[in-house]
């Protein structure tokens, strides 16, 4: 992204968590699935691949743990992409 001088805002979540509404955006009005991070524990503990959350719930459960974002997170105008797809990426960008 450097090289193709493409503006980036990072976030270091750990530290400046997101709030309900930040998800609430990111997520938009796709579905729930492609937002989850597959190799987290709680992921796993809660059987999600099976029986995938409701996005209020998803969102509930960020909030108390943010490792369950898939990330990074692209955003460019309307378009949403999670997980690192370097030809998707560059689709996006």
Known sequence: M???KVAVDEREYG?????EKELRE???EGPIENFLNTRTPLYRERNMKQKPP???EAIRLMLKDQNLLKRPVFIKGKKR???FNAAEVREVL
Not at 15 to 19: D, F, I, K
């Open 15 to 19: 530290r400046n968590p997101l709030t």
């Open 2 to 4: 450097q090289a193709k």
């Open 26 to 28: 990111i997520i938009g």
């Open 54 to 56: 409701s996005k209020d």
């Open 81 to 83: 992409l999670t997980g």
